[in-house]
């Protein structure tokens, strides 16, 4: 229920157009000024990082987003993950979708014809997200950029209170779907606690009036308070979707937020290690999943990183899963090197070709095969698909790059009726 217009430009030339000199670098939380803005901008861009931050004043926003997005450098997108993974599956034209989220006349042209918005998500402004990039090397004033990142701001109210949730869960008598994807939770964290607590109950309530032979997948992103995500995780969110999407950085987030696996390991050191992810996501379905004992939807987790992607489901749920794995690992070659197939030209392989199953049990030793790209293995009732991604050597595109993944996994993995 997210979505938005990304507004992509340089950074640099924004400030300029803004009337906005070069300044010292400050880091601000929340941002209330032009003068916030262009102190921000610095501080992350002197450390080559990235940072996405709230701009407060309504009005001082709307004019720096419409000289953002009439900016002759800029490129406006699709942006939002529910907008990103209807738009991708939208590109089989066999599909119809339904897309409830606050949508403006401008987003609404850039959506593709088979996707339809119910008339009480239509709003008469776009909610706009402005991402500022900056190249390696780039100077601006004394500030000089060691590294390729972006800056990203908005004010956006509309997606953070999840308002078009129950226009959503009323609208789906009528379109009966196949399939229900959510995504947006972590835009709630802009709220107050106690604001924050009362729309995840609301939220719970009304996820559980979507009738319950249809499926429903949780897209995740990135989040920063342990206690959202641990609520979640407990308060009934889990346990009412059948299938969740998630990288490495929301997997470890998510493990120490509820005291996991490896809960103690601070971040990644370079790839994710296969046998802690695998460890990670065998604890999640069997503490949140479906068992004999728990009435949980739980069935399915695909977990993906830059260099592999798996694919886990509790046996008997799913099928198709190999596929399923291989077609989302495709996805992500092809849309960041921006081709329509895989060029081999542009792409290397990354992952590991020798791993380790598990950290906490007894682990197989797996060698990677390159006529059986996609690896399986099994842990108590439960399966996992392994393979490798072909990363693209020079990205064009990475914005949405885990929600075409999502939605190319969904679209080839086959749901068994219960």
């Known amino acids: 229920v997210n979505a938005c217009v990304d507004v992509v430009l340089s950074g640099v030339k924004l400030l300029e157009a803004l009337g906005l000199e070069p300044s010292d670098g400050k880091n601000h939380a929340v941002l209330t000024s032009g003068q916030d803005l262009r102190e921000a901008f610095a501080h992350f861009m002197e450390r080559g990082a990235a940072a996405e931050r709230f701009f407060s004043d309504a009005e001082a926003f709307q004019d720096i987003a419409r000289a ?62 402005l991402i500022l990039e900056y190249q390696a090397g780039e100077q601006w004033g004394r500030v000089r950029a060691p590294a390729a990142n972006r800056f990203i701001f908005s004010h956006d109210l509309s997606n953070g209170a999840l308002n078009m949730l129950e226009v959503f869960v009323s ?112 604890w999640i379905l069997k503490e949140h999943g479906r068992t004999a004992e728990r009435a949980s939807d739980l069935t399915r987790i695909h977990f993906h990183t830059l260099a592999y992607h798996i694919l886990v489901t509790v046996d008997g749920h799913w099928g198709n899963q190999a596929a399923a794995v291989a077609a989302g690992a495709r996805a992500a070659g092809t849309q960041a090197c921006a081709t329509d197939t895989i060029d081999t030209s542009k792409v290397f392989l990354k992952a590991p070709l020798e791993f380790v199953t598990s950290h906490t049990e007894a682990p197989s030793k797996i060698s990677l095969n390159p006529d059986e790209p996609v690896v399986r293995w099994h842990r108590e009732g439960i399966s996992f698909h392994f393979t490798p991604v072909l990363v693209c050597k020079d990205p064009v595109r990475t914005v949405g790059l885990g929600d075409a993944i999502s939605a190319e996994g969904l679209l080839y993995s086959e749901v068994y009726p219960q």
């Open 171 to 282: 609208s789906l008598d009528e379109f009966q779907p196949d399939l229900v994807v959510l995504s947006g939770l972590h835009m709630m964290e802009g709220q107050s606690k106690e604001m924050r607590q009362r729309r995840l109950m609301e939220a719970v309530a009304s996820i559980s009036d979507i009738p319950t032979d249809i499926p429903i997948h949780l897209e995740l992103a990135s989040m920063t308070d342990q206690d959202f995500m641990s609520n979640i995780m407990h308060q009934q969110v889990f346990p009412l979707v059948n299938s969740i999407g998630l990288n490495e950085q929301e997997l470890l987030f998510l493990t120490q937020a509820a005291s996991g696996p490896h809960a103690s390991l601070a971040s990644w050191s370079g790839i994710p290690d296969v046998g802690v992810v695998s460890d990670i996501l065998f």
């Open 68 to 129: 953002a997005s009439e900016h002759p450098a800029a490129q406006l997108y699709v942006g939002g993950n529910a907008a990103l993974i209807g738009q991708k599956l939208a590109t089989n034209p066999d599909l119809k979708i339904l897309l409830c989220g606050p949508v403006g006349p401008k987003l609404h042209e850039l959506l593709d014809d088979n996707v339809v918005v119910p008339p009480e998500s239509m709003q008469e402004r776009d909610e706009f997200h």
